[in-house]
């Protein structure tokens, strides 16, 4: 559970809370992460203990935890991408609101980030809001090379103000690509409605 002990604090921010229990104990839970099938922890659990509204068994660690946070329903109605483009490129994941990624990445590699969000989170919409600060164009390219339309947003107000949930993240680039996801969201300052993918 390497990967959960590293994400975990980012989500318990928000409210969401981690069970991990030993063999044998009791759990009751919205959502339950089963064991790889017939792996030693599968082979040892007794799920007759387990009370949950949905039970989540996937192939890997990212994509069993997008999928137990979209919550019973087992999917998130909207995934929401925020990019501000700088020397690097502040990213960050909204999937109905809940903060369930915040990176920094070359520019380069947003397009290869956002499609790997894409492929390992159960979504019905997803949108894309990209700053049109220094480093946009490398952005934007690397967004098309993908093949994955997007926003343009006008970066104003984006460096400074309140955030929900995002209290234990300090660098200003991830701040800001939070910052421009809710923008989008809220229909602020568009740039350029759609930019459309290269065929």
Not at 87 to 110: F, K, M, N, Q, Y
Not at 140 to 150: F, H, M, P, Q, V
Not at 167 to 191: C, E, M, N, P, Q
Request: hydrophobic fraction near 40%; charge should be negative.
């Amino acid at each position: 559970m390497r990967g959960l002990s590293r994400v975990a604090p980012l989500y318990e921010a928000q409210g969401v809370v981690f069970l991990l229990p030993a063999p044998g104990e009791p759990v009751i839970a919205d959502v339950a992460v089963l064991p790889r099938e017939s792996s030693p922890e599968d082979l040892l659990y007794d799920y007759s203990v387990v009370r949950a509204s949905r039970m989540v068994r996937r192939h890997g660690f990212r994509e069993s935890l997008f999928d137990a946070l979209s919550g019973p329903r087992g999917f998130f109605r909207s995934l929401i991408i925020g990019l501000d483009p700088g020397r690097e490129c502040g990213a960050s994941v909204l999937g109905d609101g809940l903060l369930l990624d915040a990176s920094r990445l070359p520019c380069s590699e947003v397009g290869r980030y956002a499609r790997g969000i894409l492929d390992d989170a159960p979504y019905r919409v997803y949108s894309i809001y990209l700053g049109d600060g220094p480093g946009f164009e490398e952005a934007a390219d690397s967004l098309s090379i993908e093949g994955l339309e997007y926003t343009v947003l006008e970066e104003g107000y984006t460096t400074r103000g309140p955030l929900p949930g995002a209290g234990l993240i300090k660098d200003k680039d991830i701040l800001a690509s939070i910052r421009i996801a809710y923008k989008g969201v809220y229909g602020g300052d568009w740039v350029a409605r759609k930019v459309p993918r290269r065929r």
